[in-house]
């Protein structure tokens, strides 16, 4: 059967294209550095918002319009399979993500949800296996259920934390029959909405303990995929214990676990957490821990995560200069965790989202990649901070100094002169790359 009845193969045509269901910058054979943009910007497609959302809001019932929705159960979820290696074949992408819940519906027991995977596993197995696409992560929905109404891992209730911890032993068992590249812990109800009840040393401790057991399952099963966290403040907790890049980061030097996670960033997340998407991106790989990326992007005049598809080009040009300077996202990606519009509810959006997406990413990949070559940024900064290069700036970098130096030096000052940043003129250069890279596709 064909899902996408009007949609034939999603070809790059440039930027003159008036093809709706056409690349304009996004070509997958272009080689920048000796990759493609394939091979380098690695694509993901979200099953969760492609395949099963339904676009319903908290304020009004679904309208998508999908050609499964006549279906119900496993029926629903066998066609979904069908519908998205059909999606993911036509639009040219390679990976794709999917919490369990995703793929298969959960049973009146664990047990039956377990045969529930093991049937859309193996049917997703086989259409891996034909079409070349790859599983770039899976996770465990620990937070839909009411069984999670106060978390999972950092669930007061100890049979909670057990249920989670089966789940994402299953998840991992799936992982590695599928060849999962990396593996994402999201902790969707991991935090809390009062201190007035919570014992927040238990509940992170817990959860401490729990990623610990998942690193030795993975260990014993030989599943040697990534582990990620994805960073979220708030939402649906008034306080998540993966706050942002940073908090995330100490978690996981205070409990020894820096070594087994790199961290998932979402931008819409990072301003979630009242930072830019470049701010989580920076920190995370000046430190080591960028691992993968959510692409979406948020409305800033709304307080929540509106998970849109990417198409700011100064964000996804500002994305990709961090992820260049990371040397990529090695086992990672561009996932996107992105959901059209309410108002675009035909399957063809779906077409027509992920392109404006990939597009955007795809410019900003080439902006990039050209300002770095021309070390427009390395050039601003070494020259900022051109002060710590020599003299008593080089001997503070070195550690060769101390307060009596420093203060011998302070007192021998006149006035201290600063220059200019230059803000305008930084801003206006990002502008002259984008529109020469416009003019000259």
């Not at 029926?75 to 979904?80: F, L, N, T």
């Not at 049973?107 to 070349?132: A, F, P, Q």
């Not at 990620?228 to 403040?233: A, F, H, S, V």
Request: with cysteine.
């Amino acid at each position: 059967m064909t899902y996408f009845e009007s949609v034939k193969q999603i070809n790059f045509e440039g930027i003159d294209s008036k093809n709706p269901l056409a690349f304009k910058f996004y070509n997958p054979t272009e080689k920048i550095n000796g990759q493609t943009m394939e091979e380098f910007l690695r694509f993901g497609v979200a099953y969760w918002h492609t395949l099963t959302q339904d676009l319903s809001d908290p304020f009004g019932a679904g309208t998508a319009i999908r050609p499964w929705d006549h279906l119900t159960g496993m029926d629903q979820a066998k066609a979904r399979v069908e519908a998205a290696f059909e999606f993911f074949e036509k639009l040219g992408v390679k990976y794709f993500c999917f919490h369990d819940v995703d793929i298969a519906p959960e049973g009146n027991s664990l047990r039956e949800s377990y045969k529930n995977l093991d049937t859309i596993v193996s049917m997703i197995k086989g259409y891996m296996k034909d079409s070349g696409v790859k599983l770039l992560w899976n996770t465990a929905n620990n937070f839909t259920h009411p069984r999670f109404v106060h978390g999972a891992a950092s669930s007061n209730h100890a049979d909670v934390f057990a249920y989670a911890a089966a789940k994402v032993k299953k998840g991992l068992e799936i992982g590695k029959e599928l060849g999962g590249e990396n593996y994402v812990f999201w902790g969707g109800r991991e935090g809390y909405e009062t201190l007035l009840n919570t014992d927040l040393k238990l509940e992170q401790d817990n959860l401490a303990r729990f990623f610990q057991m998942a690193v030795d399952y993975a260990r014993e099963i030989d599943f040697d995929a990534q582990f990620l966290i994805e960073p979220k403040p708030k939402e649906p907790t008034t306080h998540q214990y993966d706050f942002d890049s940073q908090s995330t980061h100490a978690f996981l030097l205070n409990y020894g676990l820096q070594d087994h996670f790199k961290l998932n960033i979402e931008a819409n997340h990072a301003t979630l957490a009242g930072h830019t998407f470049e701010h989580e991106l920076r920190y995370a790989r000046v430190n080591g821990m960028l691992g993968s990326v959510d692409a979406n992007q948020g409305d800033p005049l709304l307080g929540w995560d509106t998970d849109e598809f990417p198409t700011d080009l100064y964000s996804t040009v500002l994305a990709m200069y961090e992820i260049i300077k990371n040397g990529g996202l090695g086992s990672g990606g561009l996932n996107f965790d992105a959901k059209v519009r309410r108002g675009s509810f035909e399957a063809e959006d779906l077409f027509h989202a992920h392109i404006a997406g990939m597009d955007s990413f795809a410019i900003g990949y080439k902006v990039a990649q050209k300002m770095i070559d021309d070390q427009v940024f390395e050039s601003i900064l070494a020259d900022r901070y051109h002060t710590f290069s020599e003299g008593i700036g080089l001997d503070i970098v070195n550690g060769a100094t101390d307060f009596k130096k420093l203060e011998a030096h302070a007192l021998s000052l006149g006035e201290i002169k600063h220059q200019s940043g230059r803000l305008e003129v930084i801003k206006a250069t990002i502008n002259q790359y984008l529109f020469k890279a416009i003019a000259n596709q």
